[in-house]
């Protein structure tokens, strides 16, 4: 059933049983006779000195500062205020301790007790406990046990529900569930006023060293298994079969001589052992960098917070001292842990989780804050609901939201790069020369994921970037010129490859295959010009040359040389500028039409219409226009015998239309198919998707060419 859950759906069981858990807890320390009085030890006179006096409480006529010597005729002692009462010295004293704690409580739950002060005006007087106390005598230790208790939990759950078949995860979930056994009964003891009855606190203090138990039990276990394996699971089980048998023996005071043997003693050794572990994992990581991070900073968690409470709390009642923090707020510790863990889940990808589960925890952290903000703000400033819910919502949006987006980006912050920059190294790979493009490459994924390793790719290559090995590689595919690479560690190994890095990868990959593309595309048509330019100079001015040089009569020497001239002055002008402006070329085909039918006495009636006459050209269709004018022109020479020629060209919408005629002997019979004049016009007009119609006018002959500007367009 748990399986089919949500993992907001247990985060919110979670809460809600921790939240169950911290209202009996608080019931519990309400519901004890209350004095209204603020009562600290002094271990060096042995005596209960009265701090602070509640003025409408109970005990308001007494006098701060003055000794409490005695509470319903029971001599009070320094050690009846003790704050954790495993610092007794035997199980003996423990006991005493117990039996003391359970006199007092009947003593102050009468219909009336009398109190004895001590001191320069000593005083007797008689007063009827409270049978419940304020919310607000609740000391600020009370409240950090209970939070820490619950942060524990929610973290541990978190963790567990992302990851619920893994041991590790499990672990976690079992040692914040630990921490909140052991918080919350010391809440209520360690926050009395003065006691409570013998049989609940031993029950508290027994739930309390069973919660520490298992949180240590939890974590030696998690540290031997987590993140390699290092001795079997069967072998875990000894763990808290072990520990198991001793805090029996210790609830029920056997087999040690106090509680420094049977709760002190196993703790410390379990926090050596958590160290242990540490160390043997950071060990057998050594080859795995994303792995010793994330042990690096799981490590410092718990060895730093875990290891402070039992070096401050826990080993100076181990050699009889006093702890030199209050347990209480030493429980703090254990929330930073947790906390810890799951700073770590974002930044490192602790158990194998992704920044997406610390928006999870994080997102539900607001919804709980706002139900707490709103429930203090109904409780105790006593506002109505709809103007706490909002004052609720405004506390969330200014304080927590921005809280969160900066601890989210100190955590889980990535390089930023520049995308000019990169598209630029992405264009000179792609125009780098053959034997330096594959090193360029790799120093772009260099400095976009800053990997341990760039190794080529072994085995079969995907079709686009790829995760591999858990996230350990990031596998690229092949490109134009370039092998298929693998990308190993991330980030110098501090972080395994992520969704949006292989996405990043994607556009890497696309921006270099769009580049070779282009560049392949601009080297074709270099390619394909040149070979144009060549066949063009071959085929058609040299043979003008080679026919001029043969050419008996001066005029077409003449005429053949010009043409030759022509041809090689638009070849220049091409070349250099790239195209020419429609307006101009037609000007300069007007010109060159002219003067070859006039040296054979035939007069031009020339007519264009252009609806852009600056349109630029490309030079294959300038070349092809030009070439096509003048094949009509030469036949309308040689052949035709006319005396005018009549010639029309027109462009609209990217069409351009020509038409030429003649006053002539027209078609001869059998002339369709002879000479390759016409088959030249129709090679042209075919390689620009045109057409070429011939009709014979009789008179004369008439000629249609007609194709579009688009393939050549060069705007």
């Keep these: 059933m748990l399986k089919r859950l949500t993992p907001f759906t247990v985060l919110a069981l979670a809460a809600t049983a921790g939240l169950a858990a911290a209202v009996l807890v608080l019931v519990t320390a309400l519901n004890q006779p209350w004095l209204g009085l603020g009562l600290s030890p002094d271990p060096q006179a042995g005596l209960v000195q009265i701090e602070t006096v509640a003025p409408d409480g109970p005990a308001g006529a007494l006098q701060p500062g003055a000794p409490l010597a005695a509470v319903g005729g029971i001599g009070l002692e320094a050690n009846d205020l003790v704050e954790e009462p495993d610092v007794a010295e035997s199980y003996d004293a423990l006991q005493r301790f117990f039996e003391r704690q359970s006199a007092l409580h009947a003593a102050l739950s009468g219909d009336s007790v009398v109190l004895e002060t001590e001191g320069a005006s000593p005083a007797r007087v008689e007063v009827t406990a409270a049978s419940g106390r304020p919310l607000s005598s609740l000391p600020p230790a009370f409240w950090v046990q209970i939070v820490t208790g619950l942060v524990s939990v929610i973290v541990g759950a978190w963790v567990w529900s992302l990851r619920r078949g893994e041991l590790s995860a499990q672990?976690?979930?079992?040692?914040?569930?630990?921490?909140?056994?052991?918080?919350?009964?010391?809440?209520?003891?360690?926050?009395?006023?003065?006691?409570?009855?013998?049989?609940?606190?031993?029950?508290?203090?027994?739930?309390?060293?069973?919660?520490?138990?298992?949180?240590?039990?939890?974590?030696?276990?998690?540290?031997?298994?987590?993140?390699?394996?290092?001795?079997?699971?069967?072998?875990?089980?000894?763990?808290?079969?072990?520990?198991?048998?001793?805090?029996?023996?210790?609830?029920?005071?056997?087999?040690?001589?106090?509680?420094?043997?049977?709760?002190?003693?196993?703790?410390?050794?379990?926090?050596?052992?958590?160290?242990?572990?540490?160390?043997?994992?950071?060990?057998?990581?050594?080859?795995?960098?994303?792995?010793?991070?994330?042990?690096?900073?799981?490590?410092?968690?718990?060895?730093?917070?875990?290891?402070?409470?039992?070096?401050?709390?826990?080993?100076?009642?181990?050699?009889?001292?006093?702890?030199?923090?209050?347990?209480?707020?030493?429980?703090?510790?254990?929330?930073?842990?947790?906390?810890?863990?799951?700073?770590?889940?974002?930044?490192?990808?602790?158990?194998?989780?992704?920044?997406?589960?610390?928006?999870?925890?994080?997102?539900?952290?607001?919804?709980?804050?706002?139900?707490?903000?709103?429930?203090?703000?109904?409780?105790?400033?006593?506002?109505?609901?709809?103007?706490?819910?909002?004052?609720?919502?405004?506390?969330?949006?200014?304080?927590?939201?921005?809280?969160?987006?900066?601890?989210?980006?100190?955590?889980?912050?990535?390089?930023?790069?520049?995308?000019?920059?990169?598209?630029?190294?992405?264009?000179?790979?792609?125009?780098?020369?053959?034997?330096?493009?594959?090193?360029?490459?790799?120093?772009?994924?260099?400095?976009?994921?800053?990997?341990?390793?760039?190794?080529?790719?072994?085995?079969?290559?995907?079709e686009k970037p790829a995760i591999a090995e858990d996230g350990l590689a990031l596998l690229l595919p092949v490109l134009p010129g370039l092998s298929p690479l693998k990308l190993s560690h991330a980030q110098s190994g501090r972080r395994l490859f992520s969704p949006q890095d292989r996405r990043f990868a994607g556009e890497l990959y696309a921006m270099l295959a769009h580049a070779i593309a282009s560049r392949d595309a601009h080297e074709k048509g270099a390619s394909e010009e040149r070979i144009r330019i060549a066949r063009d100079m071959h085929d058609n001015m040299g043979a003008q040359l080679l026919s001029a040089l043969h050419s008996e009569r001066r005029e077409r020497k003449d005429t053949l040389i010009r043409e030759t001239i022509s041809d090689l002055r638009d070849i220049v002008n091409n070349a250099a500028r790239g195209g020419r402006p429609i307006g101009e070329l037609l000007a300069d085909l007007?010109?060159?039409?002219?003067?070859?039918?006039?040296?054979?006495?035939?007069?031009?009636?020339?007519?264009?219409?252009?609806?852009?006459?600056?349109?630029?050209?490309?030079?294959?269709?300038?070349?092809?226009?030009?070439?096509?004018?003048?094949?009509?022109?030469?036949?309308?020479?040689?052949?035709?015998?006319?005396?005018?020629?009549?010639?029309?060209?027109?462009?609209?919408?990217?069409?351009?239309?020509?038409?030429?005629?003649?006053?002539?002997?027209?078609?001869?019979?059998?002339?369709?198919?002879?000479?390759?004049?016409?088959?030249?016009?129709?090679?042209?007009?075919?390689?620009?998707?045109?057409?070429?119609?011939?009709?014979?006018?009789?008179?004369?002959?008439?000629v249609r060419a007609r194709f579009p500007l688009a393939e050549g367009d060069a705007r």
């Design 171 to 462: 672990l976690l979930a079992l040692a914040g569930l630990g921490i909140l056994v052991a918080a919350f009964p010391a809440a209520v003891y360690s926050s009395r006023e003065l006691a409570l009855p013998g049989g609940l606190f031993h029950a508290l203090s027994a739930t309390n060293h069973f919660g520490a138990l298992a949180f240590g039990v939890a974590m030696v276990a998690l540290f031997l298994s987590y993140p390699r394996r290092l001795v079997p699971v069967s072998a875990l089980w000894l763990l808290p079969a072990v520990y198991g048998v001793i805090w029996v023996m210790d609830t029920a005071w056997l087999g040690f001589s106090g509680p420094a043997g049977g709760y002190h003693l196993p703790t410390v050794i379990l926090m050596a052992g958590i160290l242990l572990g540490a160390l043997l994992q950071y060990r057998a990581s050594r080859e795995d960098p994303a792995a010793r991070a994330a042990i690096r900073w799981f490590a410092l968690s718990v060895g730093l917070c875990a290891g402070t409470f039992v070096t401050v709390v826990l080993m100076p009642n181990l050699f009889g001292m006093q702890p030199t923090i209050s347990q209480g707020y030493a429980f703090i510790l254990f929330g930073m842990l947790f906390l810890g863990v799951a700073a770590g889940v974002a930044r490192y990808r602790l158990f194998e989780l992704e920044g997406w589960a610390f928006s999870i925890l994080s997102y539900f952290g607001a919804v709980l804050l706002l139900v707490l903000v709103d429930a203090a703000l109904i409780s105790f400033v006593a506002m109505d609901r709809p103007e706490a819910f909002a004052l609720s919502l405004l506390v969330v949006a200014i304080l927590y939201l921005p809280f969160r987006d900066w601890l989210s980006r100190r955590l889980m912050r990535r390089r930023e790069i520049d995308r000019e920059e990169l598209f630029g190294q992405i264009v000179d790979v792609a125009l780098a020369r053959e034997a330096d493009r594959e090193n360029r490459w790799r120093q772009v994924l260099r400095d976009a994921f800053r990997p341990l390793q760039i190794s080529a790719a072994a085995g079969p290559v995907p």
């Design 590 to 702: 007007k010109v060159e039409a002219l003067e070859r039918l006039a040296a054979a006495d035939i007069r031009l009636d020339w007519q264009d219409a252009c609806d852009d006459g600056e349109r630029v050209l490309a030079p294959n269709v300038s070349h092809s226009l030009r070439s096509v004018l003048r094949e009509i022109v030469s036949n309308t020479i040689r052949h035709s015998g006319a005396e005018t020629m009549r010639v029309r060209i027109e462009m609209r919408d990217g069409v351009l239309d020509l038409e030429a005629s003649d006053d002539g002997r027209g078609l001869v019979a059998g002339s369709r198919g002879s000479g390759n004049g016409l088959s030249n016009l129709e090679a042209r007009l075919l390689a620009l998707k045109g057409t070429l119609v011939l009709e014979d006018a009789q008179p004369g002959l008439t």
